[in-house]
């Protein structure tokens, strides 16, 4: 079964100081993996998505996340952060595509940016 | 691509009341997710539909939930005998269905059980 853990519940940083979101996911083959970010009162948003091309994947708004098989983590970074990445984050790994493709969310992180 | 879109987007209601919310995914995508999420925690699955067909339930879709998409376009989630415990955010996602490509979002439908 496939699965995800978010490391920390809550994440609070400076702003322009870097962003360093944790997960570490469980994957019996080679797993697809994504980072959601939720806005209050707002729809989920995929930030970016890893499926076994480049490890080091770029998305939007400066974010990008690194998968490390050796470690089985997909860690979320950001180098300098702004109020507007106040959020709450999903570190997801989504089933087999001829299992569904369901997807498997983490606990979730808020990030919270001090100004 | 004018988005996944749900609607009510709040809906309270007595306890035992039947509710019914409805989901609009985008435009010739195939498949389409339910998940429910509660305060605090990630969203969960509840079910999908590759076309019209309903091909996985979870088994937190108890008995008093039932999802249809009767022609492969919008879906609809009734819950009979609302009770607390389903107070949640309702969402629903839409994908294309090729490989593992992306699930698109609705703002969802939260639910109050009174």
């Known amino acids: 079964a496939q699965s995800v853990t978010q490391l920390d519940s809550h994440v609070s940083v400076s702003e322009g100081t870097p962003v360093l979101l944790r997960c570490n996911y469980s994957?019996?083959?080679?797993?697809?993996l994504f980072w959601y970010v939720q806005h209050p009162n707002k729809g989920l948003q995929l930030l970016l998505k890893?499926?076994?091309?480049?490890?080091l994947v770029k998305g939007i708004n400066g974010f990008e996340a690194e998968f490390k098989k050796s470690e089985t983590s997909f860690h979320l970074t950001k180098p300098s952060a702004h109020m507007s990445d106040a959020a709450e984050y999903f570190c997801?790994?989504?089933?087999?595509?001829?299992?569904?493709?369901?997807?498997?969310f983490g606990q979730g992180t808020e990030l919270s940016v001090k100004p | 691509d004018t988005g996944v879109s749900q609607d009510p987007r709040h809906k309270i209601t007595k306890r035992g009341q039947n509710v019914t919310f409805r989901c609009d995914p985008i435009s010739e995508h195939n498949r389409l997710y339910w998940y429910r999420q509660t305060l605090g925690q990630g969203p969960e699955f509840l079910t999908y539909f590759q076309n019209e067909a309903q091909l996985e339930k979870s088994r937190l879709l108890s008995d008093r939930f039932s999802a249809e998409r009767p022609k492969g376009s919008f879906s609809t989630l009734e819950i009979q005998r609302t009770e607390q415990g389903d107070s949640a955010m309702y969402l629903c996602?839409?994908?294309?269905?090729?490989?593992?490509?992306?699930?698109?979002f609705g703002p969802g439908t939260r639910l109050t059980v009174l």
């Open positions: 890893y499926t076994s091309a480049a490890t």
């Open positions: 994957s019996s083959y080679s797993p697809s």
């Open positions: 996602a839409s994908s294309k269905g090729l490989g593992q490509d992306t699930q698109y």
């Open positions: 997801v790994v989504s089933a087999l595509y001829n299992q569904g493709g369901k997807l498997i």
